[in-house]
Antibody, heavy 121, light 107 residues
Framework: QVQLVQSGAEVKKPGSSVKVSCKAS????????ISWVRQAPGQGLEWMGG????????NYAQKFQGRVTITTDESTSTAYMELSSLRSEDTAVYYC??????????????WGQGTLVTVSS | DIQMTQSPSSLSASVGDRVTITCRAS??????LNWYQQKPGKAPKLLIY???SLQSGVPSRFSGSGSGTDFTLTISSLQPEDFATYYC?????????FGQGTRLEIK
């Protein structure tokens, strides 16, 4: 059974960067995609982008293009999401999730426990 | 981006009630529609994928239907553990989007 465990909470200054990790256990890491979704306090879910480890190519939501980088390290079964030029509006819980399906079909299960990133001066 | 609009935004219901939540896409998304449940302080949980397929381990009181632009999530008989926020999600577009959520509260 696949389990995703994320790194701990972060507090960052505006203009800095944050890198959140997501370590997978169970299953074959390189065979499935990983997506990142964030949730601002009291708000809904927002997809940021995803990556298929075996291909190493990422697809990003247009809103985050140029600011987000999603990578993987197959040797440690870990995915990373780095967000740069942080602003207060980036304060949110960041989730990784296994991205199932293929072609047009993408659904997310399971999810990591979430990582709270707080951007504050 | 494809806009996903859920209705209602919030809903009060009682244990044992039958509840339906609607999700409408701004353009046709075929059956590329999924439903999630989220409880406070927890990660979302997949309930339904591909519009009507029940995820393994999810109780059969949950069901999904629809195609094109209009979709529904139905809970046939509400249980105490079902009070949560529900989200739809489309993947027809390469830019995946979620609905704004429907908060299901105890009456």
């Amino acid at each position: 059974q696949v389990q995703l465990v994320q790194s701990g909470a972060e507090v960052k200054k505006p203009g800095s960067s944050v890198k959140v990790s997501c370590k997978a256990s169970g299953g074959t890491f390189s065979s499935y995609a990983i997506s990142w979704v964030r949730q601002a306090p009291g708000q809904g879910l927002e997809w940021m982008g995803g990556i298929i480890p075996i291909f190493g190519t990422a697809n990003y939501a247009q809103k985050f293009q140029g600011r987000v980088t999603i990578t993987t390290d197959e040797s440690t079964s870990t995915a990373y999401m780095e967000l740069s030029s942080l602003r207060s509006e980036d304060t949110a819980v960041y989730y990784c999730a296994r991205d199932l399906g293929s072609g047009f079909a993408h659904w997310f299960d399971p999810w990591g426990q979430g990582t709270l990133v707080t951007v504050s001066s | 981006d494809i806009q996903m609009t859920q209705s209602p935004s919030s809903l009060s219901a009682s244990v044992g009630d039958r509840v339906t939540i609607t999700c409408r896409a701004s353009q046709s998304i075929s059956s590329y529609l999924n439903w999630y449940q989220q409880k406070p302080g927890k990660a979302p949980k997949l309930l339904i994928y591909a519009a009507s397929s029940l995820q393994s381990g999810v109780p059969s009181r949950f069901s999904g239907s629809g195609s094109g632009t209009d979709f529904t999530l139905t809970i046939s008989s509400l249980q105490p553990e079902d009070f949560a926020t529900y989200y739809c999600q489309q993947s027809y577009s390469t830019s995946i989007t979620f609905g704004q959520g429907t908060r299901l509260e105890i009456k």
